[in-house]
């Protein structure tokens, strides 16, 4: 413990005349109680030049999918773009490949022979259009709304402080709507308190993904993704050839059975072959709620709703004798049309462009998140800055008690911290924040289980999620810490290094005398 | 405050920025995109407001032409489904044309008609189709003295 402690005083106060840049990692051991730690150095580059330069001059500059806020993953650099929580996801995958593989490697010969060539071309067919449009889906951007502005989040919050008069009874103010009339039906439009906008009709936010996502359908745990404006149309075309899929294997291989028992005898017929049993098994269980939910999805299609609005009943005539939905273009062909063939709006937020030091960044969401990387888009930074930074994480971690009125700054996902995936910090430790990192590495070792994935063995049982209502998304600070939403975390600006290294001295300084 | 500035450039390099106003979604007519044409009270000043309800309505049609439902788009679309959406790897989607048509046009007002008043528009693409950004720009060259009286006067005008 000394040992770190003087080794992070090293990195502090490492000379000016010096010419090398240090640059440290660091890992926490959860779960073991005299929290021990390794530092590791690594020398990044000898300059002959004042160490406050960035040794990267031509750093290359982040791109937005890198500082996204969400809580996403993303891969391809940005191309393909998930939901956090993918495993159900490799488990559909899983369960469409090898029901096919075993349709085409045992049933397809004899059928065929048999009875004609067309059987697995159409299933091949069939196959290659499914999968397509699953990864479609899962790779898509459902139509995430970008968070607002800090400019437009200040404006706004102007302007329903002047409509509500600038009364503050309790602890949060009451939720902000705006009433908006729609084809002669009053919409509620209601103010997302992450993302810092009123959100526009049919959107809502995903608790999961923590994103708001234009005309919500759902949060689709079998695709990894959220079913929203942008890749609604993949994701009916993908349950519904799914439904013929299932259909068409377990029609033809009950055939292939019953064709090979006139011959054989049934019981020699399933000894036989195996695998047609394991995808009869598989078909049967997946037949009903597949075919059940593109019934679904085709009804809620023809009268324009999302799961959302039907669910909820947003425009069920038991509201009111005067409620119909505004969205609806009066005949069913004209709502399958629009849902399945309109146009396609492009991605609204840009994944792959860069990240300009000039551009506005999004207001940080106030659930005591910060987003270092969104506020830091300076592309120089200092490796001794990120000392001075992982020195007062470290600091905050270990020794909270001792400083409590300190904020925690959240560390950029910067190429230089790999030991990120352990940042997310225990629980215990932090109760005065959660670092969420911009983008999507597992960070957080303590997550509760999604209630979602309790249900593995209903295929096509969709998690049907209705979109959260309270200003910040609940459950998804795992440690439960309310943490006082209207915590707005000061931004790391580099002209108070100063300070920072004031506090970090006096931190070491306590700490050392423990 | 009649400070003339002659193109983008000289706005950048000689102004600085006082304020943004925002001109937010209307909709009434459903989730389609349009964007209010009401006349901000900030920008009394600055421009006429023809002018300005031109610019907004332009950009609604620009707008509406993108989401419009109809044969073209059917065709798109079903063209689309059946070359399983690799054709959008050589092509274009109608959507994405407009909306480059869009950013041609905001351009274009910038340089003649807002710019040369002090005022700059941002694509409303580029802020998640939430808002039009108006950017208000004071001269920055201009004596602290002027902008001061030019603030009082407008006070005491109100």
Not at chain 1, 20 to 45: D, L, P
Not at chain 2, 38 to 45: R, V, Y
């Amino acid at each position: 413990m000394s040992q770190l402690i003087l080794a992070y005083y090293n990195c502090l106060y490492t000379p000016i005349s010096r010419s090398a840049v240090w640059n440290f990692t660091q890992r926490m051991h959860f779960g073991i109680a005299e929290h021990m730690r390794e530092c590791e150095y690594s020398q990044i580059s000898t300059r002959s030049s004042t160490p406050m330069e960035s040794p990267h001059k031509r750093r290359t500059m982040k791109k937005k999918w890198q500082v996204f806020p969400g809580r996403n993953k993303f891969y391809c650099d940005g191309r393909i773009m998930m939901a956090r929580q993918t495993g159900v996801f490799y488990l559909t995958l899983v369960l469409i490949v090898v029901t096919s593989g075993l349709f085409f490697t045992f049933d397809c010969p004899f059928l065929a022979n048999t009875l004609t060539p067309a059987i697995p071309v159409i299933g091949g067919v069939l196959f290659s259009f499914v999968l397509g449009t699953l990864l479609r889906t899962s790779f898509s951007d459902p139509g995430v709304l970008p968070r607002a502005t800090p400019d437009e989040a200040a404006d706004l919050e102007r302007q329903i402080d002047i409509a509500n008069g600038s009364s503050s009874t309790g602890y949060r103010p009451p939720p902000r709507t705006r009433e908006v009339t729609i084809n002669g039906q009053t919409v509620k439009l209601k103010y997302c308190f992450t993302c810092k906008i009123f959100r526009p009709p049919r959107a809502s936010h995903c608790s999961l993904c923590d994103n708001c996502v234009e005309r919500f359908d759902h949060h689709c745990p079998w695709v990894g993704n959220c079913v929203g404006k942008r890749n609604y149309r993949f994701f009916y075309m993908f349950i519904l050839s799914l439904s013929f899929l299932t259909i068409f294997i377990f029609a033809f291989v009950i055939t292939h059975i019953i064709m090979q028992s006139h011959k054989k005898g049934f019981l020699t017929a399933l000894k036989d072959s195996p695998a047609s049993v394991l995808e009869v098994v598989v078909c049967f269980f997946s037949v009903w709620s597949i075919v059940g939910l593109s019934g679904f999805h085709t009804y809620l299609i023809g009268s324009n709703q999302t799961t959302n609005e039907d669910i909820k009943g947003s425009w069920s005539t038991k509201r009111g004798k005067e409620n119909y939905n505004p969205y609806s273009y009066g005949n069913i062909f004209t709502n399958c049309c629009a849902a399945l063939c309109g146009p396609l709006p492009p991605s609204l937020i840009d994944r792959r462009g860069f990240v300009l030091p000039d551009t506005p960044q999004p207001a940080p969401p106030t659930n005591g998140i910060t987003m270092y990387g969104a506020t830091q888009s300076q592309t120089h930074m200092c490796d001794q800055d990120q000392c001075i930074q992982s020195t007062k994480f470290i600091l905050q971690a270990a020794a909270t008690p001792l400083l409590q009125s300190e904020q925690p700054v959240v560390m950029a996902d910067d190429s230089s911290l790999p030991g990120r995936t352990a940042i997310g910090g225990p629980c215990t430790l932090l109760p005065l924040g959660q670092p969420t990192p911009p983008t999507s590495t597992p960070n957080l070792s303590c997550e509760p289980e999604m209630p979602h994935q309790s249900h593995p063995a209903t295929e096509g049982h969709h998690h049907f999620l209705t979109p959260d209502e309270a200003p910040s998304p609940p459950g998804m600070l795992p440690c439960g810490s309310p943490l006082g939403h209207s915590h707005t975390m000061p931004f790391y600006n580099p002209a108070s290094q100063d300070s920072l290294h004031e506090d970090s001295v006096r931190g070491l300084v306590k700490l050392s005398s423990v | 405050m009649a400070t003339l500035f002659h193109n983008l450039q000289d706005l950048r390099h000689t102004a600085s920025l006082a304020t943004k106003v925002f001109i937010q979604r209307d909709y009434s007519e459903g989730t389609l995109c349009r964007f209010h044409t009401k006349f901000p009270a900030e920008l009394d000043s600055r421009i006429e407001r023809t002018l300005f309800e031109e610019t907004i309505k332009t950009l609604n049609n620009y707008y509406a032409e993108a989401e419009k439902i109809g044969g073209r788009s059917y065709l798109e679309g079903c063209l689309a489904c059946a070359s399983a959406y690799i054709i959008f790897l050589c092509m274009e989607t109608r959507y994405e044309k407009v909306l480059k048509k869009i950013s041609t046009y905001i351009q274009e007002q910038n340089e003649k008609i807002y710019a040369p008043r002090g005022l700059l528009i941002t694509d409303p693409i580029e802020r998640g189709m939430r808002v039009i950004e108006i950017s208000i720009f004071e001269d920055r060259s201009s004596s602290e003295s002027s902008s001061s009286s030019s603030t009082t006067s407008s006070s005491s005008a109100r």
